[in-house]
């Protein structure tokens, strides 16, 4: 009996132990012994980031028991691939290629590494061998000589990378015949068709790869498709990316060129990489005003699951011999994304990060992305390959232009006349805002995201995540209006027109008619948005215009309306933020909308819209002024702050703004 218990309480206790562990891999990252002399904000340093890219692989390593075992995770429900077999040996290709991102690095200093029991080089180079294998399941088939560019691709491009920035590990102990095989299997997309987009880097990855291997590659197109991607370069540090400006402009173009400059054109293309290094450099200028005080940053474009990639480039600016180069802000952005998303219980599910932005949100997930997608974040880790030394991670963190330049009851802009970008820092709460193109038709978005609400917001803020639309009209920064379907239609066909004194000028025209148009002008203020904006529409139209949504955090979203000045006030406080909104001008009603399954923070939200019936034909003023306000939670509003404008006069085009401080706006329709 004595030992049957004892039997008992040891399975127990194993199974329990087994659980723990099982669990542990999925808590939230650590900070372990956390140095806040060098890093007063994070208390993150060079160590912590290995830590954190070991936390990441750890993961998903969770998975790998056997040299045989590919990195495949678990698919989340909805349009992710694999949706079918054929795609599954890509879906193990991504998985594989973009954990190196992260394992690449950890090995350069650590050949020795060891992972759940998986000596870690070892099984990527054994993985190698799977994939110029005919038997394998996790094949990959040459281009066709007359195939096109695919998934495949991109994914030898980012194996490429880590060859070239690893070829110690990686690729040095592989039998000379897996290397021929590999060339040949690789070349076969490289030294082929691409798309006209950040896509060419990978290309030029896999052809600059084997050239300093010493294999025969396609120079003629290396170097037209190292010209074509210095050919998208905007300024002001932006890249199109074919048609959009995003975070590929960043994580794609600038991080890849710095990248390819340093560990290959500097040598073979000094030219090249030259044009590359002085592009890079242009983003020091505004790019870090993107992220908040806090380090986080914002919700915005297409492939979000990617999260913590948006500060890859960044480490690669300590390479830079350039005073004006402040590191310690740049580490204390970067520093603060790591712990944005590794810090959230919501970012990992099954050990593997979620797609979406904290958890799941199919909303943001797009068709082309597989649950592995997700470690396209490893990017990030390759600054790791910075030695110790390097002032990115030897400077004092900061908070730069939020310390050193930014008054708490003023507001910035910042516009990138190349890009037609508008970055807006709020020091009040310590958020960052963009404003950037979007005209995708609906109609001609195959792929269904260009023309969605990942890149037609009116605005995206740092600490306002998007929200989707709802059927029902649900709509949080932007407009929509109701089509001849009878279907809440947004706007998506946005015209930059200009910026100047202040004011953001854009046109924008209802998809599905236009004869439903509208002039735009938003004036960022110190706690908020003034937006005045004129309908030209010849139709009439059921019209409502949203603010940013709050997520239902810790308890209820209260709402409270109140008069304030002769104008109706509504507000509604999370526990977090207030968000409050006053129509001024044209709007019927303001009314609060409780949403459900359309915030990527919270099942339940909460948005205020303002809403009004539109007709050509009456004779009444066809501007719609609406302030669009915030505050923290608990902070107080006075008048001032919720009514800042005395009155709005209206010229033919013209609208003159008088705010109670005495300033004037003149905000000018005219066509110039």
Same mark, same amino acid.
């Given at each position: 009996?004595?030992?049957?218990?004892?039997?008992?309480?040891?399975t127990?206790?194993?199974l329990?132990?087994?659980?723990?562990?099982k669990q542990?891999t999925?808590?939230?990252?650590?900070?372990?012994n956390?140095?806040?002399?060098?890093?007063?904000?994070?208390?993150?340093?060079?160590?912590?980031?290995?830590d954190a890219?070991?936390?990441?692989?750890q993961?998903?390593f969770?998975?790998?028991?056997?040299?045989?075992?590919?990195?495949?995770f678990?698919?989340?429900?909805?349009?992710?691939?694999?949706?079918?077999?054929?795609?599954?040996?890509?879906e193990?290709?991504?998985?594989?290629?973009?954990?190196?991102?992260?394992?690449?690095?950890?090995?350069k200093?650590?050949?020795n590494?060891?992972?759940?029991?998986?000596?870690?080089?070892?099984?990527?180079?054994?993985?190698?061998?799977?994939?110029?294998?005919?038997?394998?399941?996790?094949?990959?088939?040459?281009?066709?000589?007359?195939?096109?560019?695919?998934?495949?691709?991109?994914?030898?491009?980012a194996?490429?990378?880590?060859?070239l920035?690893?070829?110690?590990?990686?690729w040095?102990?592989?039998p000379?015949?897996q290397?021929?095989?590999?060339?040949?299997?690789?070349?076969?997309?490289?030294?082929?068709?691409?798309i006209?987009?950040?896509w060419?880097?990978?290309?030029?990855?896999?052809?600059?790869?084997?050239k300093?291997q010493?294999?025969a590659v396609?120079?003629?197109?290396?170097?037209?498709?190292?010209?074509?991607?210095?050919?998208?370069?905007?300024?002001?540090?932006w890249?199109?990316?074919?048609?959009?400006?995003?975070?590929?402009?960043?994580?794609?173009?600038?991080?890849?060129?710095?990248?390819?400059?340093?560990?290959?054109?500097?040598?073979?293309?000094?030219?090249?990489?030259?044009?590359?290094k002085?592009?890079?450099r242009?983003?020091?200028s505004?790019?870090?005003?993107?992220?908040s005080?806090?380090?986080?940053?914002?919700?915005?474009?297409?492939?979000?699951?990617y999260?913590?990639?948006?500060?890859?480039?960044l480490?690669?600016?300590?390479?830079?011999?350039?005073?004006?180069?402040?590191?310690?802000?740049?580490?204390?952005?970067?520093?603060?994304?790591?712990?944005?998303?590794?810090?959230?219980p919501?970012?990992?599910?099954?050990n593997?990060?979620?797609?979406?932005f904290?958890?799941?949100?199919?909303?943001a997930?797009q068709?082309?992305?597989?649950?592995?997608?997700?470690?396209?974040?490893?990017?990030a880790?390759?600054?790791?390959?910075?030695?110790?030394?390097?002032?990115?991670?030897t400077?004092?963190?900061?908070?730069?232009?939020?310390?050193?330049?930014?008054k708490?009851?003023e507001?910035y802009n910042?516009f990138?006349?190349?890009?037609?970008?508008?970055i807006?820092?709020?020091?009040?709460?310590?958020?960052s805002?963009?404003?950037?193109?979007?005209?995708?038709?609906?109609?001609?978005?195959?792929?269904?995201?260009?023309?969605?609400?990942n890149?037609?917001?009116l605005?995206?803020?740092?600490?306002?995540?998007?929200?989707?639309?709802?059927?029902?009209?649900?709509?949080?920064?932007n407009?929509?209006?109701?089509?001849?379907?009878?279907?809440?239609?947004?706007?998506?066909?946005?015209?930059?027109?200009?910026f100047?004194?202040g004011v953001?000028?854009?046109?924008?025209?209802?998809?599905?008619?236009?004869?439903?148009?509208?002039n735009?002008?938003?004036?960022?203020?110190?706690n908020?948005?003034?937006?005045?904006?004129?309908?030209?529409?010849? $139709?009439?139209?059921?019209?409502? @215009?949203?603010?940013?949504? !709050?997520?239902?955090? /810790? &308890?209820?979203?209260?709402? %409270? =309306? +109140?008069?304030?000045?002769g104008?109706?006030v509504?507000?509604? $406080?999370?526990?977090?933020y207030? @968000?409050?909104?006053?129509? !001024?001008?044209?709007? /019927? &009603?303001a009314?609060?909308v %409780? =949403? +459900?399954g359309l915030?990527?923070?919270?099942?339940?939200?909460?948005?205020?819209?303002?809403?009004?019936?539109?007709n050509?034909?009456?004779?009444?003023?066809?501007?719609y002024?609406?302030?669009?306000?915030?505050?923290?939670?608990?902070e107080?509003?006075?008048?001032?702050?919720?009514?800042?404008?005395?009155?709005?006069?209206q010229?033919?085009?013209?609208?003159?703004v008088q705010?109670?401080?005495?300033?004037?706006?003149?905000?000018?329709?005219n066509?110039?």
């Open positions: 009996m004595n030992n049957l218990k004892m039997w008992f309480l040891t127990m206790f194993s329990s132990l087994f659980s723990q562990q542990n999925n808590t939230v990252f650590k900070i372990a956390p140095d806040y002399k060098l890093s007063p904000y994070t208390g993150m340093t060079k160590q912590h980031w290995r890219g070991l936390y990441l692989l993961g998903a969770s998975y790998i028991h056997t040299l045989d075992d590919p990195m495949k678990p698919k989340q429900p909805g349009k992710s691939y694999p949706q079918d077999e054929s795609r599954v040996p890509t193990k290709l991504e998985g594989l290629s973009r954990t190196l991102f992260i394992a690449s690095p950890l090995l200093e650590n050949p590494l060891v992972i759940n029991n998986i000596k870690v080089a070892d099984y990527y180079r054994y993985q190698f061998s799977k994939l110029i294998d005919p038997n394998s399941s996790s094949y990959i088939t040459p281009r066709a000589k007359n195939g096109g560019p695919s998934q495949n691709l991109v994914e030898y491009g194996i490429a990378m880590s060859l920035t690893n070829p110690e590990v990686l040095k102990p592989l000379q015949e290397k021929n095989a590999l060339a040949k299997s690789m070349l076969s997309y490289g030294d082929g068709p691409t006209s987009s950040n060419k880097f990978f290309n030029i990855f896999v052809l600059s790869f084997f300093e010493g294999y396609n120079e003629k197109l290396l170097e037209e498709y190292l010209q074509k991607c210095l050919n998208d370069y905007r300024g002001d540090g890249y199109n990316d074919s048609p959009a400006y995003d975070y590929y402009s960043m994580w794609g173009f600038q991080l890849y060129g710095a990248l390819w400059a340093e560990y290959f054109g500097n040598k073979y293309y000094p030219e090249y990489a030259a044009k590359f002085s592009n890079f242009d983003l020091n505004n790019y870090p005003l993107m992220f005080r806090n380090g986080e940053m914002i919700m915005f474009g297409r492939s979000i699951s999260r913590i990639a948006t500060i890859a480039a480490p690669f600016m300590g390479l830079e011999n350039d005073p004006k180069i402040n590191n310690g802000w740049l580490r204390r952005i970067s520093s603060g994304v790591l712990k944005q998303f590794l810090e959230n919501e970012f990992l599910k099954d593997v990060p979620t797609l979406g904290y958890g799941p949100y199919e909303p997930v068709v082309y992305s597989c649950r592995g997608s997700v470690y396209w974040m490893g990017k880790f390759m600054g790791l390959l910075l030695p110790d030394d390097n002032p990115f991670w400077a004092k963190e900061n908070e730069g232009d939020w310390e050193t330049k930014f708490k009851d507001v910042d990138q006349n190349g890009p037609k970008i508008l807006t820092d709020y020091p009040a709460i310590g958020a805002e963009i404003r950037a193109w979007c005209h995708e038709k609906k109609k001609d978005d195959w792929q269904g995201f260009r023309s969605t609400e890149y037609n917001r605005a995206y803020n740092s600490a306002f995540l998007w929200q989707a639309d709802g059927v029902n009209g649900e709509v949080a920064m407009y929509v209006f109701k089509n001849a379907k009878q279907e809440w239609e947004p706007l998506r066909l946005f015209t930059f027109k200009r100047e004194d953001y000028y854009r046109d924008a025209v209802l998809e599905t008619n236009e004869n439903i148009k509208m735009l002008a938003d004036i960022p203020l110190t908020g948005i003034l937006r005045i904006d004129k309908n030209t529409s010849s $139709d009439a139209v059921a019209m409502r @215009l949203g603010h940013y949504a !709050l997520p239902q955090l /810790d &308890k209820e979203i209260t709402t %409270t =309306t +109140k008069k304030v000045g104008k109706e509504t507000i509604i $406080d999370n526990g977090k207030q @968000l409050a909104m006053i129509p !001024l001008l044209g709007w /019927d &009603k009314e609060v %409780t =949403t +459900k915030h990527p923070e919270s099942e339940t939200s909460k948005v205020i819209d303002v809403a009004a019936n539109y050509p034909n009456e004779k009444k003023s066809n501007v002024a609406t302030l669009m306000l915030w505050k923290k939670s608990g107080k509003w006075n008048k001032e702050e919720l009514v800042p404008v005395n009155s709005l006069e010229t033919n085009d013209t609208i003159l705010f109670n401080n005495g300033t004037k706006k003149v905000v000018d329709f066509n110039k």
